[in-house]
C-alpha cells in the first residue's frame, strides 16, 4: 500500500525556518519527478518546488531563492526547507509523486499534508 506521512510543520514567526519531510513507503514508483504542493483556506492548490530523477529543480516564484527541495533516495524521503518565511507561507503542505496502483501509474498527493503557520 502506498504511503506517505509529511511532518515538520507548525507555527514559525516571519523570517524563521521550517524543514518538512515527507517519508514514503509501499510502492514502485512510475516516473522520478516529485513535488511539493501547499492549500491554503480559500486558495487553489499551489505547486512549490519539483525535482525530477537527474536532481533538477525548480521553484515558485514565491519561494524561490528560500525553499529548497531535496530528496533522500536510501531514505525514500522528499524534504522541503522553508527559510525565510512569511505569512504568506501559511498553508498545509502535501508530497505528490507517481507510483504503480493495480497497473496504472497515479501521481497524487499520498499523504494528509502537514500545516505550516506564519505569523507576522
Known amino acids: 500500500q502506498v504511503r506517505a506521512v509529511e511532518s515538520g510543520g507548525g507555527s514559525v514567526q516571519a523570517g524563521g525556518s521550517l524543514r518538512l519531510a515527507c517519508v514514503t513507503s509501499?510502492?514502485?514508483?512510475?516516473?522520478?519527478?516529485m513535488l511539493w504542493y501547499r492549500r491554503a483556506p480559500g486558495q487553489e492548490d499551489e505547486v512549490v518546488s519539483q525535482?525530477?530523477?537527474?536532481?533538477?529543480?525548480s521553484y515558485a516564484d514565491s519561494v524561490k531563492g528560500r525553499f529548497t527541495i531535496s530528496w533522500a533516495n536510501t531514505e525514500k524521503t522528499l524534504y522541503l526547507q522553508m527559510n525565510s518565511m512569511n505569512p504568506e507561507d501559511t498553508a498545509d503542505y502535501f508530497c505528490?509523486?507517481?507510483?504503480?496502483?493495480?497497473?496504472?501509474?497515479?501521481?497524487?498527493?499520498w499523504g494528509p499534508g502537514t500545516q505550516v503557520t506564519v505569523s507576522s
Open positions: 509501499g510502492y514502485e514508483l512510475c516516473r522520478y519527478d
Open positions: 525535482i525530477d530523477g537527474s536532481g533538477k529543480t
Open positions: 505528490k509523486f507517481g507510483a504503480w496502483r493495480y497497473g496504472l501509474c497515479r501521481f497524487e498527493g
